[in-house]
């Protein structure tokens, strides 16, 4: 074998080691570098979606989210659970996961701890926004006057969506 197809040979052995790599450890649990990127699996188990969602906010950390359609990529989001669904937020940017739920229908899963439910979001808006960011925010520990970091909106701009069960 010539050394320019060794060469390439083990090129693509790197770079497939590199994307297998990816796709069996993403999502990581960071907000910089490498933890930005998004995963392809969601993992857990198919659960049925009870009638109140509240018992999940005794799981820590945040759930994974993943939506229907092409590319379906795994995300972290911070939640409450609430009678009927799960409320989720997001700044008002036209960021990734928010944009994706309003283009496709909402339809997709939550995993929270092991649990994974079919769910479908819906972005809330009027006077109940505020009656759901405000549970967001509480949970986070803020008011909805306050930002979550430095240079962001006040919560109270943010977007919420609910998830409820698909059927």
Not at 68 to 93: H, Q
Not at 131 to 145: F, I, N, T, Y
Request: proline letters at 7%; aromatic letters at 12%.
């Amino acid at each position: 074998m010539s050394k320019p197809k060794i060469a390439g040979v083990a090129a693509g052995v790197i770079l497939l080691a590199i994307i297998l790599g990816w796709l069996f450890t993403a999502p990581y649990l960071s907000n910089q570098g490498l933890g930005r990127l998004p995963g392809l699996f969601i993992g857990g188990t198919a659960t049925d979606a009870p009638d109140d969602f509240s018992y999940l906010n005794g799981v820590p950390g945040p759930m994974k989210m993943k939506q229907k359609g092409f590319p379906e990529l795994v995300v972290y989001l911070s939640f409450v659970g609430a009678p009927g669904g799960v409320i989720s937020a997001t700044r008002p940017d036209a960021g990734y996961w928010g944009e994706r739920v309003k283009e496709r229908g909402g339809d997709g899963w939550l995993r929270v701890g092991d649990e994974t439910f079919a769910m479908t979001a819906t972005q809330i808006v009027g006077p109940q926004h505020l009656v759901m960011m405000e549970q967001w925010a509480a949970k986070s520990g803020r008011s909805l006057d306050e930002s979550l970091y430095s240079g962001s909106e006040p919560l109270r701009e943010w977007e919420v969506y609910f998830w409820t069960p698909r059927s």
